[in-house]
């Protein structure tokens, strides 16, 4: 069964910086493309930033430049660096398998953007 945890929310006021992390199990982590998604309050979930097994990566267009997708394939762990943080970034934080392929969802990490 696959499980997903994420954890490095947080309150930061903008221009400043978290790092997410996400510790995956029950599953082939090297073998997955992984994804980081946001939720705002009345809003749908929408996908940030993803990379392959290989480690390439894409961005939605919002956060390019801003945010760093990465994986630790030994610790079976993905990571998101926010940089440059804005208010409209705030939202829960989820990591999964790309659309199409997601799993089970975990409880996700909230940030919070203060202007």
């Known amino acids: 069964q696959v499980q997903l945890v994420e954890s490095g929310g947080g309150l930061v006021q903008a221009g400043g910086s978290l790092r997410l992390s996400c510790a995956a199990s029950?599953?082939?982590?090297?073998?997955?493309?992984m994804a980081w998604y946001r939720q705002a309050p009345g809003k749908q979930r929408e996908l940030v930033a993803r990379i392959t097994p290989g480690g390439s990566t894409n961005y939605a267009d919002s956060v390019k430049g801003r945010f760093t997708i990465s994986r630790d394939n030994a610790k079976s762990t993905v990571y998101l660096q926010m940089n440059s943080l804005k208010p409209e970034d705030t939202a829960v934080y989820y990591c999964?398998?790309?659309?199409?392929?997601?799993?089970?969802w975990g409880q996700g990490t909230q940030v919070t953007v203060s202007s």
């Open positions: 029950g599953m082939i982590f090297s073998s997955n493309a």
């Open positions: 999964n398998r790309p659309w199409g392929s997601v799993t089970s």
